[in-house]
């Protein structure tokens, strides 16, 4: 278990206006487009119209390949981009409570059972 001291270690702070597909900062690249919770650069849309016209096919990171301290570096980031998700999610779900949408229902839209999505959102 974690002592008072670790769990109020503040957390380093991060650019929140970065790719969410390379990683770049908004100084980074010439413009950063936003979408709900992500942001894509100018770079990564030019290699996306390549994927979509045939030109390239995706090609995924080797981890394995890159530094500690790129890896490290973007830590923060993904972090980051997986908690505004979450917080997307949970908003989705608070709307369709609102509505009164049952967890039977949305358990089943996200491929869960009543009980987890209710653990999981209330």
Not at 96 to 115: D, F, H, P, Y
Request: proline share 4%; with cysteine; glycine share 6%.
């Amino acid at each position: 278990m974690a002592g008072k001291s670790e769990a109020a270690a503040p957390k380093a702070p991060i650019d929140i206006l970065f790719c969410s597909f390379c990683g770049k900062s908004k100084d980074a690249v010439k413009t950063l487009i936003a979408g709900p919770t992500v942001f894509i650069c100018n770079e990564c849309v030019a290699v996306c119209t390549k994927f979509i016209s045939g030109e390239a096919s995706p090609e995924q990171t080797d981890w394995d390949k890159c530094s500690d301290e790129f890896l490290l570096e973007q830590l923060p980031r993904t972090s980051a981009i997986a908690d505004a998700a979450g917080d997307h999610l949970a908003s989705h779900v608070a709307t369709l409570r609102k509505r009164e949408v049952t967890w039977e229902a949305i358990g089943r839209a996200l491929g869960v059972s009543r009980q987890a999505a209710w653990e999981r959102f209330s």
